[in-house]
């Protein structure tokens, strides 16, 4: 089974070409050095419109068939930051584990870390996770979280995903 | 005051008798060893389904005043996995701190942790917890959990439950 | 621009003048000591109704332009306990990083901490927080959540506020 990863950006300035988007470039970069599998990246640069971001989330999953999807961007308290509601109403199954662990371990950085609303559900067959929007922040994100993704996508019944065991170390639980 | 105690056994397999329910019964043997009182069981064996599960719950509370009901099994990411769900629609307040404390204490084991949707609430004068699956992760789960279960009975007009001091050290902040 | 912050008890017992409200002169105490910048207090005491207390959170915000709402009791598993399900209604995003954290914090005292149901969200331009209810707790909750507050009010068009930085370190990310 293929392995497509789906990666949205999501910020009205970045997807005006205010500027560049470092953080969908994070993201696939830890992708590459995570994953020994074959996999390919679907891309999406979009602004903080919930209707679009929720529109993308499905098309990447019914089109393009990732079982992965990961946003970065707009998980924030301000007016325009909606990727968790937009989440919220995709996701058939909501998974909070994410979003604690992952406010618990940026909260080892910053206090503001308890800003963050980023949250984690399942879309069909698709695992959706929220990212933050720098890349420091990222990789400190997807180094914790990462562990139990394969195993996950197993579960829902996506493509069995194998890592560089030296970079990132996968948890598969013996049934 | 009576001590009722609902112990629901979510599985799909176990219910078909495809294998025997050992979570069950790891639940009953740590409330034995806990529980100085007085106690009753209530068990039921279901398969996943939601609609199940809250008929399950709703009649455990209202005809068999069970104060507590626990559950096992179904907290997962995967298709048929809707106890959280259902315990969500019975219950009138929910009580996220639960969930939250056992999967930091079942992360300390498994980085799969964060997969698991555990919750807890009330409906109507019972507390209803979810569990995880496995004999081992319950009984980390119910001992991080438990010293605040008796007060939380108090609370909601429950009976008054005592414990083994040397086994579980249970909490009454002093009002 | 003006600092309004309202302080809501929310008591029936401490409404109904059974006793004194030492809760919310906790927080007002508390507030003196953390802000530098000049700040004016909206004071309600009022009992445990989730109308009212939805009614008064509003006003707050919209008559008394309060950048920061906080409350103190109703936060329990008692059946009188609503204030999280007024907090959730009245507010348009939800911060679940404020009552993970107040959770952990209490739970390094309490074992029953988990039995708290404190949230927080955004209401318009109003950051609102659900506190503890016993002054002790209220003090060892703010101390861990207050550091993220001016900042998040920033990113919610609110005032400026300038804290006591030997008192309480106040983060502001670079952006």
């Known amino acids: 089974m293929k392995i497509n990863i789906g990666i949205i950006t999501i910020s009205d300035r970045a997807s005006q070409g205010v500027y560049e988007d470092l953080s969908g470039k994070a ?15 679907v891309y999406a640069l979009i602004p903080d419109e919930q209707k679009i971001i929720e529109d993308t989330m499905r098309k990447l999953a019914d089109e393009d068939n990732c ?7 707009g998980t924030g308290p301000a007016p325009r930051d909606v990727t968790p509601e937009a989440t919220q109403n995709v996701c058939e199954k909501m998974l ?17 870390a308890i800003l963050s609303r980023q949250t984690a559900g399942i879309y ?18 997807l180094d914790a979280v ?7 996508i ?11 065991e030296d970079v990132i170390k996968v948890f598969r639980p013996k049934s």
Chains 1, 2, 3 share one sequence.
């Open 27 to 41: 993201i696939i970069d830890t992708l590459n050095e995570y994953l020994k599998s074959d996999w390919e990246s």
């Open 67 to 73: 079982s992965l999807i990961v946003t970065t961007g």
């Open 96 to 112: 909070p584990g994410f979003g604690e662990l992952m406010r618990q371990v940026s909260l080892q950085y910053v206090p503001t």
């Open 124 to 141: 069909k067959k698709s695992l959706i996770i929220n990212l933050p929007g720098k890349p420091k922040s990222i990789r400190e994100c």
């Open 146 to 152: 990462f562990p139990a993704v394969p195993y996950c």
């Open 154 to 164: 197993d579960l829902i019944g996506g493509p069995y995903i194998e890592c560089n």
